[in-house]
């Protein structure tokens, strides 16, 4: 049975950090793209970072330099580490496998996890 299942979001005010986890499950992880999106209230969804299964990176300008993600094949998890916070970064976080459709137009489950609230106070 494939499974994403996200953790370690919550409230956190401006400059403050927050690292979510993504407990993959039910596929080759090791192989997979893994991505982590956001949609906040009345703003389209959007990329925010991705990781090849080979380890390559890619991040959204609005993230870079604050935002890291990166992945534990032993244990099938990917963590994005968020920095520095703005209130801009509030949004719902979303863990997904994009190259079995897990992405912001097809969302499709259950390559697309259950999001995560992320919400940055000023």
């Known amino acids: 049975e494939v499974q994403l299942v996200e953790s370690g979001g919550g409230s956190v005010q401006a400059g403050g950090s927050l690292r979510l986890s993504c407990q993959a499950s039910?596929?080759?992880?090791?192989?997979?793209?893994m991505g982590w999106y956001r949609q906040a209230p009345g703003n389209e969804c959007e990329l925010v970072s991705t990781i090849s299964g080979a380890g390559s990176t890619r991040y959204a300008d609005s993230v870079k330099g604050r935002f890291t993600i990166s992945q534990d094949n032993a244990k099938n998890t990917v963590y994005l580490q968020m920095n520095s916070l703005k209130p801009e970064d509030t949004a719902v976080y979303y863990c997904a496998a994009p190259g079995y459709g897990g992405t912001c137009i097809t969302r499709s489950e259950p390559y697309w996890g259950q999001g995560t609230q992320v919400t940055v106070s000023s």
């Open positions: 039910g596929f080759t992880f090791d192989e997979s793209d």
